[in-house]
């Protein structure tokens, strides 16, 4: 028994004493783990905190299966919350700066909005909620007053690194209008000017990143436009489809999942609120995955901006909010499920706190946001 004792300290002294072979073993194990084993010993957070490793480790998650998605949710108040599907549980989460929005998720980063920022624009930051580890980006100069929109792009698959891309308004001696693009690059730090592009729209409320396509979406969300990155010439950027949402639907949200795009359509019925969740295929038409209606709210119910997709598309659940409840829908199963109710008499009481109102809602759309765990660095 003592030999085979002193084998294993033997075994472990070797590889503990062993900066390469740490690093072989740990660059295969899960996020969570390595930020748990970063309070092991110094040596640990030294290794599991470089940059190098970092990238590293952000690369090879490329040859595993997506993880599930958390997502973080502001409430009413500015308050924001944590939560992962398995656990079902809010928890309270903040972030390093106060009254920042999330502008966007991408692929485990987050783009935030320093709403307390007096430039123009905003002050931007990219923040790794895994990490905590945070970014300032300072966009505001003269020729970005006329600020369009700002999307984040970051694919671990192809690379470490991110971009973030800034769209500038602007006429031809006031008559025609165009768009400048302006591009960030982590891997240089830098900010670069590309070309002018013939764009009419005015504003953009909202933006997802996908396989090298950027999904500006106008602020009334009856369309949404594509736009294609070209990887070499940033300025080419053309307007691909337009969509609209079905004839007499009161909401149509656009959400991004693992890799796919989908729509929602909402209707808001006295017989009970009935939403769609639209699948999008390759030529930008919708198809209907599934219908549900849900009867026990009233005019107080919310979709959030969260599809978690399994490994099969039945796999998939929606999550929507009614007061004091975030409801989980099973698309071909068709059951609801309330997230563990215990849950928010312990963690987030909503008959307690200062956000809950009888009958209204404590969380909305534009602010629910998920992302993957990742070590990617910022």
């Known amino acids: 028994m003592n030999c085979k004792r002193s084998s294993s300290s033997s075994a472990a002294a070797i590889i503990g004493g ?7 073993i740990l660059q295969f194990l899960p996020t969570k783990s390595l930020i748990r084993f970063q309070l092991v010993s110094k040596q640990f ?16 998650l490329r040859h595993r ?10 409430s009413a108040t500015s308050q ?6 398995t656990v079902k549980k809010l928890t309270p989460f903040r972030f390093q700066h106060a009254n920042m929005k999330i502008v966007q998720s991408c692929n485990g980063l987050l783009l ?36 369009a929109g700002v999307s984040l792009v970051f694919d671990p698959s192809k690379s470490p690194h991110y971009k973030v891309v800034c769209l500038r308004k602007g006429r031809y001696f006031g008559l025609n209008e165009y768009m400048v693009v302006k591009v960030y690059d982590s891997e240089t730090h830098t900010w670069k000017h590309y070309g002018k592009d013939h764009i009419t729209d005015k504003q953009f409320w909202n933006d997802i990143y996908l396989d090298n396509e950027i999904y500006f979406i106008k602020p009334s969300l009856k369309t949404f436009c ?45 017989s009970g609120n009935s939403f769609s969740v639209l699948g999008l295929l390759n030529d930008g038409c919708w198809y209907i995955m599934c219908n549900a209606t849900y009867n026990h709210c009233g005019s107080a119910f919310c979709i959030l901006g969260t ?35 215990e849950v928010f008499e312990v963690l987030v009481d909503f008959t307690s706190e200062n956000y809950y109102e009888e009958g209204k809602l ?7 946001h998920q992302f993957i765990e990742t070590l990617a660095p910022v």
């Open 362 to 368: 404590q969380f909305n759309f534009k602010d629910a």
């Open 112 to 147: 935030l909005e320093d709403k307390d920022s007096g430039n123009t624009p905003k002050d931007h930051y990219i923040y790794n909620p895994v990490t905590m580890q945070s970014r300032k980006l300072v966009i505001g100069d003269e020729e970005m007053k006329y600020f």
């Open 226 to 270: 594509l736009y294609v990155r070209d990887d070499d010439m940033w300025e080419n950027l053309r307007r691909s489809y337009s969509f609209t949402c079905s004839v007499g639907v009161d909401k149509h949200h656009i959400i991004e999942s693992n890799g796919s795009i989908y729509g929602v359509d909402v209707l808001f019925r006295e």
């Open 18 to 24: 062993n900066d390469d072979l740490l690093l072989e």
């Open 65 to 74: 299966p997506k993880p599930q998605p958390s997502f973080i949710l502001r």
């Open 80 to 85: 924001f919350f944590y939560c992962h599907p």
């Open 45 to 60: 957070q030294y290794l599991i905190s470089d940059s190098s490793f970092r990238q590293l480790h952000t690369l090879r």
């Open 307 to 341: 599809i978690i997709r399994g490994k099969k598309e039945g796999d998939s659940i929606l999550l929507f909010h009614v007061p004091g409840k975030i409801m989980v829908y099973r698309f071909y199963e068709e059951v609801f499920e309330v997230l563990d109710k």
